[in-house]
């Protein structure tokens, strides 16, 4: 079985502002397009909505399940976050190294929900720098942010 490749972003105009998030799933020859945004939000918010509805959709179709995943993110929060930070915000009570609660908290448990469930391998990529589905996503996120507007 092929591994599951998946291309999210999300931004705002304004921070907090209205924001679009967007996100490929591209499995079995086939690019899902998926994308949705705030009329309040932050870049951060919909970056992390960006990678649940991604992994939602893996969760969600039985066909997926159990196969590899690569999530290509231009985001270093999300990467980092759910790779290396959470682990210890999960041990402090969901405070961070400086005393303060952590935000976006509700994103995360979800984020972090999914991602325990499956085989994930999260990589970290430029954006604006050409890559075809990041692009792809950066162009729906605009789109979910004029919406907005």
Not at 78 to 83: A, H, L
Not at 124 to 137: D, I, L, P
């Amino acid at each position: 079985m092929d591994k599951i490749v998946i291309y999210t972003d999300g931004g705002c105009s304004g921070n907090p502002g209205p924001g679009g998030w967007a996100c490929v799933v591209i499995a079995d020859g086939v690019a899902k397009q998926l994308s949705g945004g705030e009329d309040k939000t932050t870049n951060n918010r919909m970056e992390l909505c960006a990678a649940i509805a991604a992994l939602s959709v893996i969760k969600n179709t039985p066909a997926f399940k159990g196969r590899e995943i690569e999530v290509n993110i231009d985001s270093q929060y999300v990467k980092n976050g759910i790779t290396s930070w959470i682990a210890g915000w999960k041990k402090k009570n969901w405070v961070t190294a400086d005393k303060k609660p952590v935000k976006n908290q509700d994103l995360w448990v979800m984020l972090d929900e999914l991602n325990s469930s499956m085989k994930v391998d999260w990589k970290w990529v430029k954006g604006h720098a050409g890559v075809e589905y990041n692009e792809v996503c950066d162009q729906l996120c605009q789109s979910e942010i004029k919406k907005r507007k």
